[in-house]
């Protein structure tokens, strides 16, 4: 079991840049795939970016790629989603999630954090 803790989320201007991150207790994230999501209000979970355990291999969606940058530290056992040029459609809670699988699909992942909320304003 893994448990998966959030944070650095807040409010920014559109343009502006925030670096969320997500810790990781009970194993270490080295054995696991790590992805990023994103949920805005009325609106389903979508995927945002994922690196892989083996050679960091990452995907990102279209429409942040470019701008989100996920890295993760295994020393201090933490993922990272850099985010740059924000716009008001970022806004949204950002989740991180972890399995063995390396996919795009929520579905699959089996453990989960509890978000952490990211406003961009216009």
């Known amino acids: 079991q893994v448990q998966l803790v959030e944070s650095g989320g807040g409010l920014v201007q559109a343009g502006g840049s925030l670096r969320i991150s997500c810790a990781a207790s009970?194993?270490?994230?080295?054995?696991?795939?790590m992805g990023w999501f994103r949920q805005a209000p009325g609106k389903e979970r979508e995927f945002v970016a994922a690196?892989?355990?083996?050679?960091?291999?990452?995907v990102y969606a279209h429409s942040v790629k470019g701008r989100f940058t996920i890295s993760r530290d295994n020393a201090k056992n933490t993922v990272y989603l850099q985010m740059n040029s924000l716009k008001p459609e970022d806004t949204a809670v950002y989740y991180c999630?972890?399995?063995?699988?390396?996919?795009?699909?929520?579905?699959?992942?089996?453990?989960w954090g509890q978000g952490t909320q990211v406003t961009v304003s216009s």
């Open positions: 009970g194993r270490s994230l080295s054995s696991y795939v």
């Open positions: 690196i892989h355990r083996i050679e960091d291999i990452t």
């Open positions: 999630a972890a399995d063995l699988r390396f996919s795009q699909s929520s579905e699959v992942y089996d453990y």
